[in-house]
């Protein structure tokens, strides 16, 4: 889910250039011009205001640099806010390297410079007041190597300019959205006309008559809260004759049904089961608190990856303190395999139940649906929001801490088909668009495994588990011996400076199949048992101890194991190749505790109808809450402090808002693709 890996890309594939390297290389004549009549301005007693804005934007070193406060940003607004008499100011970031130290510093030039001509500048040290750098090294006392390297420079565009495929994005955007705003005033319109048709009039000649067309109108299907029917009763003619009235037959209607608000906002705040089929009560619970703990982990290390000033501080308290595990720390996202470990028990549900729908037959059209059904799902919201986020990218003017992850979102303009065709965590790690989007890969060929599981187990019972037991010891044996080869680390935060960990380990199905696997085991039994597991109370209290034991057991050897192996290690080895599916056995554990009747108040709080709305809305809030992030994250003009009351705050305000959106993407965008139905019935 999360982009570990996106602090890499700002130093990925640059070669550093020393200060002190005179290339032959030349600056603009103009961007000279410029330069010289700046830095001659802010050497005079009196400087004019432009210059002293310009002065007053560069980046200056600040407090607690030996605690990850290194970055120098300087002020990008009041910057471009600068204005000379020949040029305007522009914002441009110089990458350093001094010693084990990287850090960045906020520089402002004439709107006429380049970044090579920026580079240039730095280069010969022409940027200086009086007989001062204007972009100092950090002193020795806090950094040994006194001499600086350039890693590279960028600079920040004043303006805005969406190429084709942005426009091409917000435009498919405007078009999702307008076609279901477009359907609900057609709607209304219809059951406007209704209504006015049905109303008893003042001029009727007799009451009785008015009275009994009324009645027979209702009798019709013409009463305001029945779209479903397309005719109403003709006045003037017989009561059998039916004519058209205003209203699209056919395949028009269905559409106009299935995306007016009057339809896809039913049943979205509704407090019963959002399992289809009914049961299954806790997985409402299980789902919406895994989600608030990705919401979470995200909330704090999307801000960790480049802009805390105190990113030192915080990893020395997350390392120490197990109750950070609720955000970013210990084990990588456990609350993803419990995702996984959901979605292989509802579609092995699924599977079965449509195959006894079609007369107990698993044929080649019945699978087809079944993956056709799951496409339409998940990728109308899912490209919605690729296109939104490639769209919001061009249309927006960055600070100075977007460029980290500007590479990554700029991939989906190469890598877009990925997303697509649902294979986006099988390309190279760098290439994956929008990178929280890697799950909806991995979930769907997972997906695509459960009818060849389901195959099996109808075929024979002995099969079945060579083959289910087969795949289980692969993906533990995988992940064992990538962990061992690779030396991946176990835990977070170390996993942030492991790129191989995301691109090796992380997204890759053949490692992360074990908890979909055991939701399909899950799913089978629960669909086809005769009989209850548990009989006894001693029975259901040993399996509740072995669950918080075996939960409790993941997360204490993740702090055990915190320091990245620097040779092949077997415990690190072992912890990741058996962690997740252990998991995944404990929350199944959980389910059917709670299915058969043992879950006391663990039941209770996860069978609320409180969580079902939220759940209702899940996969939109998945989805958009990383947008959410990026965009304040991307428009900091200052580092983030942390703090547990900060981030905390951090939280809340991004899941405020996630929810509030991702209702609307719901109604607008999920639900009626999910309503569509393409044949007549």
């Known amino acids: 889910m999360a982009v570990v890996w996106v602090a890499f890309l700002l130093f990925a594939a640059c070669s550093s250039v020393a200060l002190e390297n005179k290339q032959a290389f030349t600056v603009s004549q103009k961007c000279t011009e410029d330069t010289n009549t700046f830095l001659w301005e802010i050497n005079q007693d009196r400087p004019k205001e432009y210059a002293v804005f310009m002065y007053d934007a560069f980046g200056k070193m600040g407090s607690n640099v030996k605690g990850g406060n290194a970055n120098q940003p300087g002020l990008l607004q009041q910057c471009r806010s600068a204005h000379g008499t020949a040029f305007s100011g522009k914002y441009c970031q110089v990458f350093l390297r001094q010693e084990k130290v990287q850090y960045f510093v906020g520089i402002c030039v004439p709107d006429s410079c380049g970044e090579d001509d920026v580079q240039m500048l730095v280069v010969y040290g022409q940027l200086q007041l009086g007989q001062n750098s204007l972009i100092p090294p950090l002193p020795p006392i806090l950094v040994n190597h006194s001499t600086q390297e350039m890693i590279m420079t ?34 209304a319109i219809i059951r406007w006309q209704r209504n006015r048709e049905v109303k008893p009039t003042a001029e009727s000649a007799s009451l009785n008559t008015d009275l009994n067309l ?47 608000l009057q339809t896809t906002r039913q049943g979205v705040f509704s407090t019963s089961s959002s399992v289809p089929g009914g049961g299954y009560s806790s997985l409402n619970g299980i789902r919406v608190l895994s989600l608030l703990w990705i919401i979470c982990g995200h909330s704090a290390q999307f801000p960790v990856i480049n802009n805390l000033d105190n990113y030192k501080d915080w990893k020395k308290t997350v390392e120490s303190n197990p109750l950070h595990v609720l955000t970013i720390s210990g084990p990588v996202f456990l609350a993803v395999d419990t995702f996984l470990l959901l979605g292989g028990l509802l579609s092995a549900r699924s599977l079965l139940g449509s195959i006894d729908r079609a007369e107990d037959k698993l044929s080649p059209s019945l699978v087809a649906s079944y993956l056709l059904k799951r496409i339409k799902r998940i990728q109308p919201l899912h490209l919605f929001i690729m296109c939104l986020t490639i769209g919001l990218i061009s249309v927006i003017q960055w600070g100075p801490y977007w460029f980290p992850f500007i590479d990554t979102m700029m991939d989906c303009k190469t890598y877009w088909w990925a997303n697509v065709l649902l294979i986006s965590n099988l390309l190279p790690v760098h290439e994956i668009c929008i990178p929280w989007t890697w799950y909806l890969s991995l979930d769907f060929q997972c997906y695509a495994t459960t009818p060849l599981l389901v195959y099996f187990y109808r075929l024979n019972r002995g099969v079945f588990v060579v083959v289910a037991g087969g795949l289980l010891l692969m993906t533990t044996v995988a992940s064992a011996v990538i962990t061992a080869l690779q030396q991946l680390p176990v835990f977070q935060p170390s996993t942030l400076t492991s790129e191989n960990y995301v691109l090796s380990y992380y997204v890759r199905p053949h490692t992360r199949y074990g908890p979909f696997l055991i939701g399909i085991l899950t799913g089978i039994y629960l669909t086809t048992k005769k009989d209850r597991l548990l009989k006894q109370k001693w029975q259901a209290a040993l399996g509740w101890f072995c669950c918080l034991s075996v939960m409790a057991t993941v997360v204490w050897l993740a702090y055990i194991l915190r320091e990245t192996p620097a040779h092949p290690s077997v415990p690190h080895a072992l912890y ?15 389910i059917l505790a709670c299915e058969e009747g043992y879950g006391g108040f663990i039941k209770s709080l996860l069978s609320l109808g409180f969580w079902v709305p939220l759940s209702n809305i899940s996969f939109a809030c998945y989805l958009t809450h990383p947008v959410f992030i990026l965009l304040y994250i991307g428009l900091q003009e200052t580092p983030i402090h942390y703090t547990d009351i900060n981030f905390m705050y951090l939280f809340l305000g991004h899941l405020l808002l996630t929810l509030v959106v991702s209702y609307v993407f719901t109604v607008l965008v999920e639900k009626p693709y999910l309503l569509l139905k393409w044949n007549s019935t």
């Open 154 to 187: 960028h600079c920040l565009s004043n303006t805005i300019a969406p190429d084709a495929s942005d426009v091409t994005c917000l435009f498919v955007c405007c078009v999702m959205v307008a076609i279901p705003l477009a359907a609900t005033l057609f709607t």
């Open 576 to 590: 990741q190749g058996l962690h997740r599916p252990f998991w995944a056995l404990a929350v199944t554990w959980i």
């Open 214 to 260: 009324y009645r027979t109108m209702k009798t019709n299907g013409s009463s305001s809260s029945d779209i479903n029917t397309g005719t109403s009763e003709d006045n003037s003619n017989s009561k059998t004759r039916h004519t058209p009235r205003c209203f699209p037959q056919g395949c028009v209607q269905r559409c106009l049904q299935a995306f007016s």
